[in-house]
């Protein structure tokens, strides 16, 4: 993607920098991928935290165990929507505002969840945190792109996205472990707690070395800034996913009701966003720029599956093989380092169809490898699955984030970020979807293979998309 002109902004006026621009040694230090890092880190990190607390919770608030499942689906729920519009209000007002806001909103979080005395405030909580979780990815990639154009690259260096990607899907699985050493040494109040002077670190660090947004127009009236940022956009998406939403997480319990209502809302959606000015989903971007589309999509089914091992293959463990939580996440850790090893590499060299296809094809293998499994398999079989889909990880992280940041337009980059983390959130739904209708009743040998035989079928669409894609390119790397 060409660099902007000078003295423009790809986000609008708002996102100029106010101070001078980055000289020409480091412009990517350290000191400015830190907090960009550690706020993309907190979203994936705390939706698996909250698994090893749910039973304390229960018997701490003296609630059933099913109610506890809400507070997974609370942060889902706003993770899926508020990843795009935090990159709407990132192009609007400032990227560094608006993950500022987050890192703030994650902080009020987890002391609001601290102290909660019952689950109607650890659900506000989780809100809370999911909302300003989301903040980090799109706004971080807007001021990665802002700092690369700033210091005259065409684009950043790929072990920057490498490390952002690390950081923002990578970890997924470091949050069980650590949630339960948090949950023995200190209770389940820590796995909200911890959130406070992770926030409080990332907030001193990007207000020291990130440089601020250009000043705000203050002449434009609340108007103008609620069409550009598609205020009606944004609460019609909202509602819409969160009727599909709560659809999925009922299965198998079939709500028509919530699914007609949820079509409602996206047909009067995508009527509204078709005549808006500033569409919050650019729905005309999405049909004339079908390389982004597809990249989306291959990024919602790579982590369906990912999530299905992540989550799934744990019921599994733990149900047949009878391994205790915290086992059950040792043995996915290997899916964390191997995605961290492959990503960095891949990153570097900026390469897109390449990783694209290997993801596609290793996630098919990984899949049929499921089918494997059985209460009487070698146990260090989960361990090589694991490693499998870590792979795939790391490969589609990497080449799909790339292409996402080749394929979506500069003024939209914010946006395009979020909307990426949001089909990869409706992918590991649906794959929470799936395991829930399979082990619905109880957690068996002939369920893990019909959830195989269901990843086979998801990476054997990934595979057709992925080869299929001629639209996709290899970029050489920035020195």
């Known amino acids: ?25 480091r ?26 607390a749910l039973l304390p919770i229960a018997h701490g608030l003296s609630v059933p165990l099913g109610q506890t499942a809400a507070l997974i689906t609370a942060l889902y729920l706003a993770s899926a929507i508020a ?13 560094r505002r608006v993950f500022l806001a987050g890192i703030v909103l994650v902080g009020v979080g987890g002391l609001v969840g601290g102290f909660a005395q019952n689950l109607i405030t650890l659900l506000v909580s989780r809100v809370l945190i999911g909302l300003g979780t989301s903040c980090a990815y799109p706004t971080a990639m807007l001021l990665i792109r802002r700092r690369a154009r700033d210091a005259g690259m065409d684009r950043p260096p790929g072990g920057v ?21 948090l949950v023995g040494a200190l209770g389940w109040r820590a796995v909200f707690f911890v959130n406070v002077p992770v926030a409080l670190a990332a907030l001193v660090a990007t207000l020291a070395w990130v440089s601020p947004d250009g000043p705000l127009d203050r002449s434009r009236r609340a108007r103008d800034i609620a069409s550009g940022l598609d205020l009606t956009g944004i609460a019609g998406f909202a509602a819409a996913m969160i009727a599909l939403l709560l659809f999925l997480f009922g299965l198998p319990r079939l709500e028509w009701s919530l699914l007609g209502i949820s079509v409602a809302l996206w047909v009067a959606l995508v009527a509204w966003e078709l005549r808006a000015r500033t569409p919050f989903l650019d729905l005309r971007l999405l049909a004339s720029n079908k390389a982004l589309t597809r990249t989306y999509l291959r990024f919602g089914l790579v982590l369906l599956c990912v999530y299905v091992v992540l989550y799934g293959i744990t019921q599994w463990v733990e149900g047949v093989r009878g391994l205790s939580a915290t086992e059950a996440g040792l043995l996915l850790l290997p899916m964390t380092l191997v995605g961290g090893l492959v990503i960095l590499p891949v990153s570097r060299r900026n390469l897109v169809r390449g990783p694209v296809i290997a993801a596609a094809l290793t996630c098919l293998a990984g899949s049929a490898g499921v089918l494997l499994l059985s209460g009487s398999a070698w146990i260090g079989w989960v361990i090589v699955i694991t490693v ?21 337009p500069a003024e939209q980059l914010g946006t395009a970020s979020g909307l990426l983390r949001t089909f990869g959130y409706v992918g590991s739904i649906a794959s929470s979807a799936i395991t829930g209708v ?19 079928g998801v990476g054997v669409v990934l595979v057709l998309i992925s080869v299929a894609d ?5 970029k050489p790397a920035d020195n």
């Open 161 to 181: 996205l490498g490390g952002l990607q690390i950081a923002g899907i990578a970890t997924a699985s470091l949050g069980l472990p650590i949630g339960g050493v």
């Open 438 to 456: 399979v082990f619905h009743t109880s957690v068996t040998d002939n369920g893990v293979h019909l959830i195989a035989w269901i990843m086979v």
């Open 1 to 25: 993607m060409p660099a902007s002109p000078p003295g423009t902004s790809p986000s609008g006026p708002a996102t100029g920098t106010a101070s001078a621009a980055p000289g020409p040694g």
């Open 388 to 408: 499998i889909f870590g792979v795939a990880m790391g490969l589609a992280g990497a080449g799909n984030q790339t292409a996402l940041y080749n394929q979506a």
């Open 470 to 474: 001629r639209t996709l390119r290899t």
């Open 83 to 95: 990843q795009p519009t935090a990159g709407k209000a990132a192009e609007v007002f400032g990227p």
């Open 27 to 52: 412009p990517f230090s350290w000191r400015f991928t830190t907090p960009l890092f550690i706020g993309s880190a907190l979203n994936p990190i705390n939706s698996s935290l909250i698994a090893t």
